[in-house]
């Protein structure tokens, strides 16, 4: 079982940052494709961003590209989004989630939830205009 947990969620103004973090129990860190998903009342979840077992690749949604940036840091066994640029509509609660895989790549094989096979149990970020 890996735990996830994250931070870093607030209410910033519209074209502020925020820097979420995702703090994971794994012991084989490496191993693990990592995921941001993002979430509103009434909405499926919506896929952010992923990257890579190395952290050498990233894959967005278009919605975020160019204003929110994931990485991973092995050491800590974390990985991080900074936002940037942030918008109203990116008011959601934030979910990490983990993917033990094989392949060293970030792509549209990791946009979707059902991938993913530990999450954390959110932190809400809200973005007011």
């Known amino acids: 079982q890996v735990k996830l947990v994250e931070s870093g969620g607030g209410l910033v103004q519209a074209g502020g940052s925020l820097r979420l973090s995702c703090a994971t129990s794994a012991r084989t860190f490496s191993r693990y494709v990592m995921g941001w998903f993002r979430q509103t009342p009434g909405k499926e979840r919506e896929f952010v961003a992923t990257v890579s077992l190395s952290g050498r690749s990233t894959y967005y949604a278009d919605s975020v590209k160019g204003r929110f940036t994931i990485s991973r840091d092995s050491a800590n066994n974390t990985v991080y989004q900074q936002m940037n640029s942030m918008k109203p509509e990116d008011t959601a609660v934030y979910y990490c989630?983990?993917?033990?895989?094989?392949?060293?790549?970030?792509?549209?094989?990791?946009?979707?939830?059902?991938?993913?096979?530990?999450w954390g149990q959110g932190t809400q970020v809200t973005v007011s205009s």
């Open positions: 989630a983990a993917d033990l895989a094989i392949l060293d790549t970030a792509n549209t094989a990791s946009t979707q939830p059902t991938t993913y096979d530990y």
